[in-house]
């Protein structure tokens, strides 16, 4: 598969759980993102790294953890989280920074029981 | 930070009709406009996008127009079709410095046949 691909596509844990996502980009990209999705706010952006580098973190709560070990690949570290958490994970890359196209993965729909 | 509004939260049009969307931002610093599409259950893909230095851009059917001294901008979807029918986001960053892309609240625009 090209592009930007994630897995797991679907996730069931319970909120004593330790999981983690994980994001592959194909395209030689230097930036990656994770974004939160769910109906309350459409498309929430999370952390970003920039050529390895965490370059953002929106004041997200400690129990989701990033990991960026290369430009390609990118995890989300999930431990005690909690029944508002669910929602849809997606990862993007871009060239670099945000003011180029973002290419988005398929996304991991997250249920916290 | 920046703050992005967009209106309306849904449309629905008849088929061939012409739909419009607007955003508004804050942040006057704001120089790079994309909007995405999300088709249903799909990821979200970029459509079209403006920088500041011109005011309009057009892509076949769709449009995108910026006015930079009101700090709006709009979609603007000609001869709608079926096809049409997404989630559609507007979002603004700036170039200049570290600064995240902040999205808009998305429009589900639903075409009729």
């Known amino acids: 598969e090209t592009g930007v691909t994630q897995t797991p596509r679907h996730l069931v844990m319970g909120m004593t759980n330790k999981k983690s996502l994980k994001c592959e980009q194909h395209?030689?990209?230097?930036?990656m993102y994770w974004y939160k999705q769910s109906a309350k706010k459409p498309l929430e952006l999370m952390f970003v790294y920039n050529f390895k580098e965490q370059t953002e973190n929106n004041s997200v709560p400690s129990r989701f953890s990033p990991e960026c070990p290369n430009s390609s690949h990118l995890f989300l570290h999930l431990h005690t989280l909690q029944p508002e958490d669910s929602a849809l994970y997606l990862c993007?890359?871009?060239?670099?920074?945000?003011?180029?196209?973002?290419?988005f993965g398929p996304g991991t729909r997250l249920t916290v029981l | 930070g920046e703050n992005v509004e967009q209106h309306p939260s849904t449309l629905s049009v008849q088929e061939g009709d012409s739909a419009v969307i607007k955003c508004t931002y804050s942040?006057?610093?704001?120089?790079?406009f994309p909007w995405y599409k999300q088709e249903l259950g799909k990821r979200p893909q970029l459509i079209i996008d403006?920088?500041?230095?011109?005011g309009e851009k057009k892509d076949q059917r769709i449009a995108v127009t910026l006015n930079k001294t009101a700090k709006h901008f709009s979609l603007h979807i000609t001869e709608t079709q079926p096809e049409d029918s997404a989630v559609y986001f507007c979002?603004?960053?700036?170039?200049?410095?570290?600064?995240?892309?902040?999205f808009g609240s998305g429009t589900r625009l639903q075409v009729q046949p």
């Open positions: 993007a890359s871009s060239q670099d920074g945000h003011y180029n196209e973002q290419f």
């Open positions: 979002a603004a960053t700036s170039d200049t410095g570290r600064r995240a892309l902040t």
């Open positions: 395209l030689g990209h230097n930036a």
């Open positions: 403006i920088r500041s230095n011109v």
């Open positions: 942040d006057s610093a704001s120089n790079y």
